[in-house]
Every structure is written in structure tokens, then in C-alpha cells.
């Protein structure tokens, strides 16, 4: 089955405390994107990758990392998470620009 | 203000009832998306437009560039259309890729 797969789906964590979430797809897609989506705030974009080792910052980059090494995987680090970083985290993938998106289940992080 | 504009942000409806999701923008796109998210926070990517009109059994989508305003209908709606429906476009940067830029979404709620 073609998807975008997130993990993890929940997670508590403590402030500073290092954590990556995963993100990968299994169709192939040039592009991947990171959002974060807040009450009253909407989705907003964290950083995008276009390519193998090609990224950048979206809206709202502050506070996370990203990397792209292989086509498959996009992964979103915190290097030390803040509270304002709970959030509800969204990958999402496209074969190219302007496609269809592909999104994951999400993942809801809690740092407190 | 925002670059995506949704109206109305609440809509309640009985079932068997026409429903028009309404998006305007105010700025250059390559794409607009309409997705949908269900209470349990996935999101499915409903329609991509760049012009003119789609149609997907009972959701139809249309796009006027000139207008920068975008609908979406939904024909005899079902409690099962109930979620919220977000508005996006894909702005292309100057220097490179692009970013999706969100609407903060309508809850639609459709009563039997």
C-alpha cells in the first residue's frame, strides 16, 4: 500500500530531551514536507526537502532539523525540545511539485 | 493577514443538504489543494487544482485564477462528510521549491 508512515503516532517527552520523528514513503516521492498544526494557527510548514540531500526552512523552522540522506526517509529532529514545540506533527510527500500530497497519521508530541 | 482565506470557519447542515466551502488568495500559485481532516486528525488529500473544475462523486472543486477564489461542493452530504476541510496552495519561491500555505479550515458538522 502506498503511504507515509510517521512515528511516533504519541509522545511525551521533557524539556531538552532529544527526539527524532520519522517519516517515510514507499512511492518513490522527490518531495517531503514537515508541518505542525496549532489551535487557531492552522498547518504551517517546517522545513521541505526537494530532493535527496536538498532541504530547506519553511514558516517555522526554529527548533528542528532535518535531513534527507535517502529518498525514502525524511526524519524531523528536535535537538532540545521546549513546550512550545506540543504540537500535532504532519509528513507529507509528493512525486513532484504541483502534485498531490500524500500526508501521515500525524504524531502528537507533548513536551513538558 | 492571511494569504488563505476560508469562509465560512463553521458550517452546520442537515443531512441531504448543499454545501459550498468557499477559499481566496492573495498571492501567485502553481497549485491549490482542498484536504480533508477527520476527527482522528488524518488528513486526505481531497483535489488539486490549477484551473477549472473537478469532480469526485459527490465533491466537486473549482478554481477561477483570475478571481484567486476557489469552491468546494459537496452534493447531497452525509454525516460521514463531517470534518474539517483545509484550503492550501502551493506558492513557488524565488530561489527554489516552494512552500503550501494553509487556510485555518472549515468544521463542517452534517446532522442526520
Known amino acids: 500500500e502506498a503511504q507515509v508512515t510517521q512515528n511516533p503516532r504519541y509522545l511525551i517527552t521533557v524539556t531538552g530531551k532529544k527526539l527524532t520523528v520519522t517519516c517515510s514513503q514507499n512511492?518513490?516521492?522527490?518531495?517531503m514536507s514537515w508541518y505542525r498544526q496549532d489551535p487557531g494557527l492552522g498547518l504551517r510548514q517546517i522545513y521541505y526537502s526537494m530532493n535527496v540531500e536538498v532541504t530547506d526552512k519553511g514558516d517555522v523552522p526554529e527548533g528542528y532539523k532535518v535531513s534527507r540522506k535517502e529518498k525514502r526517509n525524511f526524519p524531523l529532529i528536535l535537538e532540545s525540545p521546549s513546550p512550545n514545540q506540543t504540537s500535532l506533527y504532519f509528513c507529507a510527500s509528493s512525486l513532484r511539485l504541483p502534485l498531490e500530497y500524500t500526508f501521515g497519521s500525524g504524531t502528537r508530541l507533548t513536551v513538558v | 493577514k492571511n494569504e488563505v482565506e476560508q469562509s465560512p470557519q463553521n458550517l452546520t447542515a442537515q443531512e441531504g443538504e448543499f454545501i459550498t466551502i468557499n477559499c481566496s488568495y492573495s498571492?501567485?500559485?502553481?497549485?491549490l489543494h482542498w484536504l480533508q481532516q477527520h476527527p482522528g486528525g488524518g488528513i486526505v488529500s481531497l483535489f488539486m487544482l490549477s484551473s477549472g473544475k473537478k469532480k469526485h462523486g459527490r465533491l466537486i472543486a473549482t478554481i477561477n485564477i483570475q478571481e484567486k477564489h476557489s469552491s468546494l461542493h459537496i452534493t447531497a452530504s452525509h454525516p460521514r462528510d463531517s470534518a474539517v476541510y483545509i484550503c492550501?496552495?502551493?506558492?513557488?519561491?524565488?530561489?527554489?521549491?516552494?512552500?503550501?500555505?494553509f487556510g485555518e479550515g472549515t468544521q463542517l458538522t452534517v446532522n442526520p
Open positions: 512511492m518513490n516521492h522527490e518531495y
Open positions: 492550501a496552495v502551493t506558492v513557488e519561491l524565488e530561489t527554489s521549491g516552494s512552500r503550501l500555505t
Open positions: 498571492v501567485g500559485i502553481s497549485a
